[in-house]
């Protein structure tokens, strides 16, 4: 029988998850039961996502404010830090900041500008042009970009990030001295030591500060690899992907959720006699158009994966095949002919002229991405994410 439905993405509900509880079981026993009540089955290649911040709080993966400068000031010796391109968050750094901010007796914070990594900007790049500011040359101090640029609200949280970090340095009992720059090395001329809290450049901003002639260099993946206190930590990403919990308390991204997606595999295939492919999922990786944010503030999309869901789309582009190899034919012949080229295609089509305009990015982050839409960051209440079909093209059951 012809199909008409491609590829389906379902929330599903779960129980509020608690440090301690069966994720995996529970998981299992959700879909199952959405299965029953949303009239579909369990399919070989389906995929299900389930969110990382699960994971970490059902692993109980918390840190407090104190664990974070605790492992400060054994790194970095409790005096003057540079603080780079941390990212303009209350979500994502500012109990960060905290933990930072009492380990350390003064902070230099150097801010990225006009906008941070993720594309939360504190000033208009039509005002830099306005005033001659050339970002990638210029350093402007705290008082030379107010008197530029006066006091701006971000446009979502309505929070001054530079007035927002510069009151909560203060009130964890250090000094602080805030420089708006996009040269990790202009921060040199102020201290030795520096912790860069960028997420996809740090390597390259560790190396060039350390090539530079910086003495202590750190990233946030470098802080709390290891507990402290008997805290939380993530051996891979440090602070990275952390979350608020509390105003004292972050949460981190998830360890060990290779052994996880694999248990989730099997429990599958114990249930249902079915392979099914698992991930944990983060941050999608798209960009809002209208406030320019990229939303990947984690370090990955997903930390860990089933091995079915390695590698890039390997895809034909249909409307390619129908005006330029089959532009004669139409209806149900025009039909036939591209299904025969989708079951005939190569099994590597990169650089094929039928495949152009399908960008080859990861499964993982396609799917990832999915998940993320779907689920939302709010309270749709859908940790866990069931996606059909997504391996099926045009020629599936044709």
């Known amino acids: 029988m012809e199909r008409f439905v491609g590829t389906i993405s379902r929330g599903i509900r779960a129980p ?50 104190e664990d974070i400068a605790a492992d400060i ?44 990594e993720v594309g939360n900007h504190l000033v208009d790049l039509d005002m830099l042009d306005e005033k001659g500011v050339n970002p990638w040359s210029d350093v402007l101090t705290e008082a030379q970009f107010r008197e530029l640029f006066g006091y701006h609200k971000h446009t979502f949280t309505g929070v001054d990030y530079i007035q927002y970090y510069k009151d909560l ?28 809290c960028d997420i996809h450049t740090r390597e390259r901003t560790k ?32 602070l990275l992907g952390s979350n608020k919990a509390t ?38 990786a798209f960009k809002d158009p209208v406030g320019k944010i990229w939303e990947l503030a984690d370090p990955v999309v997903s930390p860990a994966y089933t091995p079915g869901l390695v590698g890039t789309p390997n895809e034909i582009k249909l409307k390619y095949l129908a005006d330029n190899d089959f532009a004669d034919l139409s209806g149900k012949e025009l ?39 779907t689920s939302g960051s709010g309270d749709k209440g859908t940790p866990i994410v069931y996606i059909q079909g997504y391996f099926d093209n045009y020629a599936a059951d044709r």
Request: glycine share 10%; charged share 25%; proline share 3%.
């Open 16 to 65: 509020i998850i608690r440090q301690g509880d069966p994720l995996g079981e529970i998981v299992v026993q959700s879909v199952l039961e959405a299965a029953e009540t949303g009239g579909f089955s369990v399919q070989d290649r389906d995929v299900v996502a389930i969110t990382e911040a699960v994971v970490a709080r059902a692993q109980g993966n918390y840190a407090g404010v």
């Open 73 to 116: 000031r054994t790194k970095f010796g409790g005096e003057t830090l540079g603080v780079i391109f941390p990212i303009l968050s209350r979500n994502r750094f500012a109990i960060c900041l905290r933990g930072i901010a009492m380990g350390a007796k003064k902070i230099v914070l150097m801010l990225s500008y006009p906008s941070d």
């Open 169 to 196: 340095i203060t009130a964890c009992g250090a000094e602080v001295e805030i420089l708006l720059a996009n040269n990790c090395k202009t921060i040199l001329d102020y201290t030795k030591n520096v912790l860069c």
């Open 207 to 238: 190396r060039l500060l350390k090539a530079a002639g910086a003495e202590k260099v750190y990233g946030l993946d470098e802080i709390l690899t290891a507990p402290v206190n008997g805290s939380g930590f993530n051996e891979d990403y440090g």
């Open 247 to 284: 105003e004292d308390k972050v949460k981190l991204f998830p360890r060990d959720c290779q052994e996880f997606v694999e248990d989730v595999h099997r429990r599958f295939l114990e249930a249902t006699g079915k392979h099914v492919e698992v991930m944990v999922y983060g941050d999608g």
């Open 335 to 373: 039909q036939e002919a591209i299904s025969q080229s989708i079951r005939g295609k190569e099994s590597n089509l990169v650089g094929s002229m039928a495949s152009q305009g399908t960008t080859p990015r990861r499964l993982t982050d396609l799917i990832g991405s999915l998940a993320d839409l």
